[in-house]
């Protein structure tokens, strides 16, 4: 899935794999994501997958330091991802990203709510996010949806809805289509 994570930067930039690798920071916190992914789903026996994933935590705390990207290896992202600017992005371990979504700098999806509200965000597919965005709760992000910049989310989204404010409020149902 990271050849398609770099497709999609390189259509985006016009650059060169090599220099997209050498110089994105968001690059450096998907390979290491998609690297201990693998490694955290697959079927190695305990005594080697673990200290594999040990390794794999300290690579991922380094990138948080030098990026500000916080990736944990048991979130599920899909392929096609991409980081639009580095810096201030956190994603819960348990959260759920779908194919072919776009996400800002300052964006957290992260666990809160109280009751059956409480829980992680799961996003389908070709969702752009905003700079500073926060999606949070047991809720759900219909595909094809935009969410402005500094928007709260803390409700369940229709799909081909764009929403901003805090907290959103749908605006229109235009979809995403020009945004990814």
Same mark, same amino acid.
């Given at each position: 899935?990271?050849?398609?994570?770099?497709?999609? =930067?390189?259509?985006?930039?016009?650059?060169?794999?090599?220099?997209?690798?050498?110089?994105?920071? $968001?690059?450096?916190?998907?390979?290491? =994501?998609?690297?201990? !992914?693998?490694?955290?789903?697959?079927?190695?026996?305990?005594?080697?997958?673990?200290?594999?994933?040990?390794?794999?935590?300290?690579?991922?705390?380094?990138?948080?330091?030098?990026?500000?990207?916080?990736?944990?290896?048991?979130?599920?992202?899909?392929?096609?991802?991409?980081?639009?600017?580095?810096?201030? +992005?956190?994603?819960?371990?348990?959260?759920? +990203?779908?194919?072919?979504?776009?996400?800002?700098?300052?964006?957290?999806?992260?666990?809160?709510?109280?009751?059956?509200?409480?829980?992680?965000?799961?996003?389908?597919?070709?969702?752009?996010?905003? /700079?500073?965005?926060?999606? /949070? $709760? !047991?809720?759900?992000?219909?595909?094809?949806?935009?969410?402005?910049?500094?928007?709260?989310?803390?409700? !369940?989204?229709?799909?081909?809805?764009?929403?901003?404010?805090?907290?959103?409020?749908?605006? !229109?149902?235009?979809?995403?289509?020009? =945004?990814?």
């Amino acid at each position: 899935m990271f050849k398609t994570d770099i497709l999609k =930067y390189k259509k985006y930039s016009g650059k060169s794999s090599l220099v997209l690798l050498l110089t994105t920071q $968001g690059l450096w916190a998907l390979f290491v =994501y998609r690297s201990s !992914n693998y490694i955290y789903k697959s079927k190695l026996p305990s005594i080697i997958k673990k200290p594999l994933l040990l390794v794999s935590i300290i690579f991922q705390k380094w990138i948080e330091i030098v990026s500000g990207i916080s990736i944990p290896y048991s979130c599920s992202i899909g392929h096609s991802f991409y980081i639009g600017h580095f810096g201030g +992005i956190i994603i819960n371990s348990n959260a759920i +990203i779908g194919n072919n979504c776009n996400i800002s700098q300052g964006v957290t999806i992260g666990v809160s709510g109280r009751g059956n509200k409480r829980g992680v965000p799961v996003l389908d597919d070709n969702i752009y996010i905003g /700079a500073n965005s926060v999606l /949070a $709760g !047991n809720i759900k992000i219909g595909s094809n949806c935009v969410i402005a910049a500094n928007s709260l989310i803390i409700d !369940n989204i229709e799909k081909n809805s764009t929403v901003i404010g805090v907290p959103a409020k749908i605006i !229109n149902n235009l979809g995403s289509k020009g =945004y990814i």
